[in-house]
């Protein structure tokens, strides 16, 4: 075993109290997510609008509380228009961004009564600022949100839909410091398009949330430049800047793999700092927050030496199956997230079903979940109300890419309601389970509620059509609070995701 890792809990010392958005995806129209995925007319499990209900079932389940739309890559050549009105009417379009037709079956209005169905969820709705512009962003405004008596609010009730559909969270483009995005532009020009758009759609509804996009990754050469001119541009009139990022095992290097989150940490640290820069030099006391609204674990050096694509309906795309190391990883992420929720206060899991998905399914067959839904679900049912500050004291390991990291990886959050206490921590040794500590100090806690764990003999192992069940998460025996509660004590597998729950 390794040497022990140690936390400190204590109810006066917090970081911030989560926004449930925190749990939020993505629905892209890219291969399989949309068709096939969450809509098949004429599969056994659809319902009478084509919607599938396994698939409803599981995104409950999942706990997802916002959903990203229509794009990703594709919003940068997307007409609303072509997506709204009698489906047999619309037309087949190509799509660029994936190479692939778009039939436009499934729109706007399927995707707002997709979300009621889901219950619990609120849109996020991207404008298309590659081939289009201000105007086009108005018009799809007032489509969506104004409830009647001019042109295109009378034009959604005649499709059917009455009520508005009430988007408050708009994205304003996607990575339009991407080359490959069309329509992709430099930090002068998008900041002003960005800054003339949110201004004018603030004209009809001036309390809508804004998100400015930030760079696609930590990696690309504008990065940190880029968000600070495009803050100049928009500081007083957008809400949050956007964020991006996926990890991958590269080379067989699984140490460092498994340090992720490191990135993940300091990227959102150089982003809240570069925020707080342009804030100090306008001297606004206003705080632009961070919207992560594209991150996963997501192999794409495999996706990028894939066959070129031509022009097929839904192909199979981004299906990458998860292994437990990956959920492992995932779990990791998603305490960062957790552990910087005063300013992270939306993110999205991207994507929802089949692309990079916790969600598979098959045309015509089941639907599973992959190893990452449990940390996502957990993390989205427990990981509600004050985050706990967690400053970890832990062994480390060597990494070739980011040193010495920690082998601990936690947070914490506490209902004030119930003064029930989660713990998330994440075991990055592949070899050595960690025994770990929590003090908890000014807690009145009783009991273990229970500590579940995700784990495997197999760091590969994965969920499969074929084996939908052969990973799940288990239960750990053993795991001890003190008899005046003011310690808890369990053992962390080796290569874990651990979610301890204290009642
Ligand atoms: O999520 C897949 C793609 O990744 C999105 O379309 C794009 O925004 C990002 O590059």
């Known amino acids: 075993m390794s040497d022990k890792a140690r936390i400190v809990l204590d109810p006066a010392f917090s970081v911030g109290t989560v926004d449930p958005r925190l749990f939020g995806s993505f629905v892209e129209h890219l291969g399989r997510c949309v068709y096939t995925g969450i809509y098949e007319p004429g599969h056994p499990a659809a319902d009478a609008e084509g919607l599938r209900t396994d698939v409803l079932d599981l995104v409950r389940e999942l706990g997802v509380t916002a959903i990203r739309y229509p794009g990703g890559n594709f919003v940068s050549g997307f007409k609303w228009e072509d997506s709204v009105g009698p489906a047999e009417e619309r037309p087949r379009r190509l799509d660029l961004a994936w190479r692939s037709t778009e039939t436009n079956r499934f729109g706007l209005s399927e995707f707002m009564s997709f979300l009621r169905k889901v219950e619990g969820t609120s849109p996020m709705i991207a404008v298309n600022l590659g081939t289009r512009g201000v105007q086009e962003a108005l018009e799809l405004q007032e489509y969506t949100n104004h409830p009647s008596g001019t042109d295109l609010a009378d034009r959604r009730i005649g499709h059917g839909d009455k009520d508005p559909f009430g988007v408050r969270l708009w994205c304003l483009g996607n990575e339009m410091d991407g080359p490959w995005q069309i329509g992709a532009k430099d930090a002068d020009e998008y900041g002003r398009l960005a800054a003339q758009t949110a201004r004018a759609m603030r004209m009809i509804e001036p309390d809508l949330e804004l998100v400015a996009c930030g760079s696609s990754s930590q990696s690309m050469p504008t990065f940190a430049a880029w968000e600070a001119t495009v803050l100049e541009h928009t500081y007083d009139v957008v809400d949050y800047i956007s964020m991006h990022a996926y990890y991958e095992e590269l080379g067989g290097d699984r140490d460092s793999f498994l340090a992720s989150a490191v990135d993940m940490e300091s990227f959102i640290e150089n982003v809240v700092a570069t925020c707080d820069h342009v804030g100090a030099r306008l001297k606004s006391s206003k705080k632009i927050n961070i919207s992560f609204d594209e991150w996963n674990v997501w192999y794409l050096t495999k996706t990028q030496a894939a066959e070129p694509l031509n022009w097929e309906e839904a192909p199979r795309l981004l299906e990458d199956v998860y292994s437990v190391t990956d959920a492992v990883v995932f779990g990791s992420l998603l305490i960062a997230l957790l552990r910087h929720a005063d300013r992270v206060t939306v993110a999205c899991l991207a994507q929802l079903v089949n692309v990079i998905a916790p969600i598979m399914t098959e045309p015509g067959g089941p639907a599973w979940r ?134």
Do not use: C, M
């Open 370 to 503: 992959q190893t990452t839904f449990y940390p996502f679900a957990q993390a989205s049912a427990y990981g509600r109300g004050r985050v706990l500050t967690v400053n970890v004291d832990s062994p480390t390991y060597s990494t070739a890419k980011f040193g010495e990291v920690p082998l601990l990886h936690a947070t914490a959050t506490i209902d004030d309601e119930t003064g029930a206490v989660t713990v998330f921590a994440v075991n990055r040794s592949q070899t050595e389970a960690l025994p770990l500590t929590v003090d908890l100090r000014g807690l009145e806690l009783t009991r273990v509620v229970e500590h579940s764990v995700l784990t495997d003999a197999d760091p590969d192992a994965r969920n499969t059509l074929d084996a939908p069940d052969r990973v799940a998460p288990g239960v750990v025996e053993g795991t001890s609070l003190s008899a005046d509660g003011s310690a808890l004590s369990a053992v962390l597998p080796p290569l874990s995701w651990n979610v301890i729950r204290l009642g």
